[in-house]
């Protein structure tokens, strides 16, 4: 009896080793940083005060239009403008006029930011939300800074004009309330009661007894003047 021999073929895994490629990304830089000219021409400091300046004050003059404009323009003048078409003068003027005294104040603010107020570039690192006592005293600190180094207190047109501008924007609220029709005087005190008015039912008129209520019912009901 023969034996056929069995002739196994084993597969060995050779590691091979893989070369790695190492990549060396660039670390990112901020750009250097590039005085403007406000920060080294005093001249051009002063051009850029004047500039916020007269934008503020010009935000104070266009809401003096809008009051001058509520009581001057009649409310049933109506003019035809390229594109809405026929619309009120008043609310034409009131709406231009108010508008260009919001933006005045915005963009006098943004373009003081961006010409005379510090333009250094810092990097915070993140820290835990609760801050220590000597962090908030930091803090307190650099708000104090801030406030001197922004000009607010030495750069008086700039703050005066500011002021000025923040001072009359409230006014025209209080002369649009005058538009909304005479005082009441003593009508919310007073109301159409009186003695011997009787209650009837709306909307019949039907005069009301105690005796037709019953518990849980609904009437409606008025005064019969």
Known sequence: MSHGENNETTNEVVPVEQSSTEVNLPKTQLPLHVLRRADVDPIAAARAERQVSIMFLLSAVFTVLAMVSFFAIPVDLYIRVPGPGVTSASNLALGISLGLAIFLIGTGAIHWARKLMPDDEVVQERHPYA???????????????????????????????????????????????????????????????????????????????????????????????
């Open 131 to 225: 801050s220590s006592k000597q962090i908030r005293e930091s803090v307190m600190q650099e708000i104090r800074e801030g406030g001197v180094e922004s000009g607010f207190a030495t750069r008086k047109i700039v703050r005066r004009s500011l002021l000025t501008a923040l001072a009359v924007l409230p006014l025209p609220a209080v002369v649009l309330a005058l538009d909304f029709g005479p005082m009441p005087q003593n009508e919310l005190r007073e109301t159409i009661w009186a003695k011997g008015i009787r209650l009837v039912t709306d909307p019949t008129g039907r005069y009301l007894r105690p005796e037709d209520f019953s518990v849980g019912s609904l009437v409606s009901a008025h005064p019969e003047n």
